[in-house]
């Protein structure tokens, strides 16, 4: 989650400069997919880190509101960061890397919202990865209904039944994704210089489009 959670802040702030809270609601609306691993207690001390390391610095501190300020904390003013230019070419560094962890559902959720600014071969690389993921949790699935369907109650059976055909619907798309790399094209609905959606909707919400995991519906409401 670290470098996950890294390359999503030097993303943003690439955009411009927020104070923690800002980030907070950009990570939420912009890259719903890891909104459940996002929290005061995992962002500041990433701030911190990346600050450390000299990839953001402060560019100032703006007055906080009661609403924006966490319960149980004092009321003080907001930090607002901004990326530096070694943080400019860590985050070049980090969008250019493919590997197991940007095939995994996070991974891939984050890189997808990036997509827009990553060079073609590492975006066809990493939807290529996803795919062989997604099909390997697909061969799982198969597996166990084809073995193990009479034991299993229906409502488990129904579950089961569910992750399969999220992982098809994953792997069709990803499919026509990678036919469009392939040959060049954006998918259907975006336009040049933003960050690519899933065919026919909003190209805004990149992440909100790929396919809920095994057991996750896509209308389940945001925990708190």
């Keep these: 989650m670290g470098a996950v959670l890294e390359l999503a802040i030097l993303g943003l702030l690439q955009e411009s400069p927020m104070h923690g809270y800002e980030l907070r609601k950009e990570l939420v609306a912009k890259l719903g997919a ?14 911190r880190r990346l600050q450390a390391a000299g990839w953001i610095t402060e560019a100032g501190q703006t007055p906080a509101t009661a609403e924006e300020v ?13 990326i530096t230019a070694e943080g400019k070419e860590r985050f070049a560094e980090l969008i250019a890397q493919t590997g197991p962890e940007t095939y995994e559902d996070t991974g891939f959720g984050v890189h997808f919202a990036f997509f827009a600014r990553t060079d073609r071969a590492t975006r ?16 799982g699935l198969r597996d166990v209904l084809s073995r193990a369907a009479e034991r299993l109650d229906a409502y488990t059976l129904e579950l089961q039944r569910h992750g399969l055909d999220a992982c098809e619907r994953e792997v069709r798309w990803l499919e026509e ?12 609905g975006s336009t040049p210089g933003t960050d690519p959606g899933r065919p026919g909707t909003d190209p805004g919400s990149s992440v909100e489009n790929i396919p809920p995991p095994p057991g996750q519906s896509r209308n389940e409401p945001e925990q708190p």
């Design 34 to 47: 890891i909104r459940a691993a996002i929290s005061y207690g995992s962002l500041y001390p990433t701030l």
């Design 177 to 188: 994704l990678i036919a469009n790399e392939r040959s060049g094209r954006t998918p259907a």
């Design 124 to 139: 066809l690389r990493i939807l290529e990865g996803r795919r062989r993921k997604v099909e390997e949790r697909r061969e």
């Design 70 to 82: 966490p319960a149980l904390t004092s009321r003080r003013g907001r930090v607002v960061y901004k």
